[in-house]
Nanobody
């Protein structure tokens, strides 16, 4: 079991960068697939990115070329580097983790057992 805490959100102008962090408790972080999701008001959570324990990364088409996901197992932390932010990236961003998720399911929020509390990202001039 792990607990997840996100940080790094904020209000930035279009074209800016932010790096979100998600720190996990526990000693088995390196065995987890970690995902990033975002939620727009009134909408379901949307897949953004995932990184598997072998460091294979998967990105949503909407963020390819702008966002990067990485992990530092020594720090029990997964990162979402967001460059070229657009107003349509405004959302609450969540990290999630699961030990048993398979590759074909990483885009499905229901497949993740553990979630952080979310961090607000607002892109506005």
């Amino acid at each position: 079991q792990i607990q997840l805490v996100e940080s790094g959100g904020g209000l930035v102008p279009p074209g800016s960068s932010l790096r979100l962090s998600c720190k996990a408790s526990g000693r088995t972080f390196n065995t987890y697939t970690m995902g990033w999701f975002r939620q727009f008001p009134g909408k379901e959570r949307e897949f953004v990115a995932a990184i598997r324990r072998d460091r294979n990364t998967i990105l949503a088409d909407s963020v390819k070329g702008r966002f990067t996901v990485s992990r530092d197992n020594a720090k029990n932390t997964v990162y979402l580097q967001m460059d070229g932010l657009k107003p349509e990236d405004t959302a609450v961003y969540y990290c999630a983790g699961d030990q048993r998720i398979i590759l074909s399911s990483v885009r499905m929020p229901a497949q993740y057992d553990y979630w952080g509390q979310g961090t607000q990202v607002t892109v506005s001039s």
